[in-house]
């Protein structure tokens, strides 16, 4: 395989920005290099030292174009896709009006492929390049995920959405079911080329203490998979789970008292948590995921990323799609900055980035591998145009540094400042 040499400025990181002085984990070049070799980084440095000791390497130069690990989006519902931006509801309402009746629809193996494949390619436009997402009940629509991810060599996370009550007739499992469909699923995928699978309760008031306690058998039978859900939403919410289950201490220990919570566990929203929540998800290693475009557009509250980050909480980025308003991990770094504003908190650049890629990496416990620009990872690259719109350019043009012209794009940027992506080493056409 012929090596490749990207030149442009790199950005990757050596730590945690959210932790301590974010200067100390930067690690940016204005005139970089990415060798990639074998699918794989095999140096990052400076471009022209690597054009010189690598002279039999194809060179693609992208001038001040800003060279990152690809994004990764953490939490998102792809059946979703067909239905994003839908008006006016809360979470519960939203759930019954328009995602319940979308996803009834992936009993159908060729509407699955199909909404799969698009949802796939509209985010590689957007510059992600790996996806965690829940599926529907239909096991088909788990195999149409994973069949199109593979199909484009990318590595994602998904699982069956495992539902036995508070929904339609024709979305709900049984918890034997949801159990054995799952086992088989995890078993087809899991480890399978790129392929991660999540055991995937959707939440705490859509699935019995029956079938919370046999998916908790099952991961405890695959600790090595991911478990993904939800929690601490809504208000309306918080309100039912306790109605549910009222022996519960609060909303996560509807969870744990049924063997769902674990250190690859993956709890999405968590903007209401509880004190002992907070501390619980510390003790454990547990990771949340924030939401910032779904939280806003449904109405669910202000997700407080410094205090979990001080807390100690692992944090990853998400679009939740199509509960999020967009596809784009761009305008998802933007909300986040917006929400950062309103708890007082202006979220640097760097903190942005670092989320969106090595953050949401660490959560999947692929670090190192995705999300990551340095030798051995998987050559998942996003290049971006600092200048690719009139609006973002002229303002690119006063930029004094990385920060003040990479910020813009962040804020304004869409599937126009994806210059390219790379997928292990392959440029995607």
């Known amino acids: 395989m012929t090596k490749q040499l990207l030149l442009g400025q790199t950005l990757g990181f050596s730590g945690n920005p959210l932790i301590g002085d974010w200067a100390d984990t930067v690690q940016f070049d204005s005139a970089g290099g990415v060798l990639i070799d074998g699918g794989r980084i095999a140096a990052v440095g400076n471009g022209q030292a690597l054009r010189a000791a690598h002279p039999d390497a194809t060179v693609t130069d992208y001038g001040d174009g800003l060279i990152s690990a690809g994004f990764v989006d953490a939490h998102m519902h792809y059946p979703q896709t067909g239905m994003i931006a839908s008006w006016g509801k809360q979470l519960i309402d939203w759930l019954n009006t328009y995602t319940f009746p979308e996803e009834a629809r992936f009993g159908d193996a060729a509407y699955a492929a199909d909404v799969a494949g698009r949802t796939l390619d509209l985010t590689l436009a957007h510059g992600t390049t790996t996806l965690t997402s829940f599926c529907t009940i239909h096991p088909q629509s788990v195999d149409a995920f994973f069949a199109a991810a593979a199909a484009r060599n990318m590595a994602v996370v998904a699982g069956k959405t495992c539902m036995d009550r508070n929904a339609p007739d024709n979305l709900r499992d049984t918890a034997k079911s949801a159990y054995d469909d799952s086992k088989a699923l995890l ?243």
């Open 187 to 429: 078993e087809k995928w899991h480890g399978v080329g790129r392929a991660n699978y999540a055991i995937t309760p959707r939440f705490s008031p859509t699935s019995t203490p029956d079938q919370m306690a046999a998916l908790g058998a099952l991961w405890s039978e695959h600790p090595d998979c991911l478990m993904q859900t939800h929690l601490s939403e809504q208000h309306p919410e918080i309100r039912w789970v306790k109605e549910l289950y009222p022996d519960a201490r609060d909303y996560l220990d509807t969870y744990e008292a049924f063997g769902l919570l674990g250190e690859r566990g993956l709890y999405g929203h968590a903007i209401h948590l509880e004190k002992r929540e907070i501390a619980r998800l510390n003790e454990i290693g547990a990771a949340v995921v924030h939401c910032p475009t779904s939280n806003t557009f449904i109405g669910s509250g202000l997700f407080d990323m410094m205090g979990l980050a001080k807390a100690g909480l692992r944090i990853g980025l998400a679009t939740d799609t199509g509960g999020g308003s967009s596809f784009s991990m761009l305008r998802t770094m933007a909300a986040a900055y917006e929400i950062g504003q309103l708890r007082g908190v202006a979220l640097h650049p760097a903190q942005l980035m670092w989320l969106a890629t090595e953050g949401s990496a660490q959560t999947l416990h692929m670090q190192g591998e995705i999300g990551h620009l340095n030798t051995g990872a998987v050559a998942d690259i996003t290049v971006l145009n600092l200048a690719s719109t009139a609006a973002i350019s002229q303002r690119f043009a006063k930029a004094h540094d990385i920060w003040d012209a990479l910020f813009p794009t962040i804020m304004m940027g869409d599937d126009r400042a994806v210059a390219d992506v790379w997928i292990a080493g392959q440029r995607v056409t």
